[in-house]
C-alpha cells in the first residue's frame, strides 16, 4: 500500500479587519499587559486547507486547487510572523 501524499494550502483571510480590530480591542481591555510597546499590537488569522491524495499534484492539479480555493474578502495576506515570550 502506498503512503498518501499530503499537501498544505494556504487560505484566505479569516477574518476582516473590522473584526480583527475588535479582536485586539478585547484583547487590550481585557489584559492590561497587553499594549502597543510591550505586547500583542497586530493580529491575523487565515484558513489553511490539508489535502491528501494517492499521488503527487501535478501543476495543473494545484493550479484548479488554488483556484478553488480562492474565496471571501480580499485581505492582503501576511508573511507568518512568530514571536515567542
Do not use: W
Not at 41 to 54: G, K, L, M, Q
Amino acid at each position: 500500500m502506498q503512503s498518501p501524499h499530503f499537501s498544505s494550502l494556504r487560505g484566505s483571510a479569516a477574518l476582516s479587519s473590522f473584526r480583527l480590530t475588535k479582536i485586539l480591542d478585547v484583547l487590550k481591555s481585557n489584559a492590561p499587559s497587553v499594549d502597543d510597546d510591550n505586547g500583542i499590537n497586530h493580529i491575523y488569522a487565515e484558513f489553511v486547507h490539508f489535502v491528501f491524495s494517492d499521488d503527487t499534484l501535478t501543476a495543473s492539479q494545484l493550479s484548479t486547487l488554488q483556484q478553488i480555493l480562492t474565496y471571501g474578502p480580499k485581505v492582503t495576506s501576511e508573511a507568518p510572523v512568530v514571536n515567542c515570550f
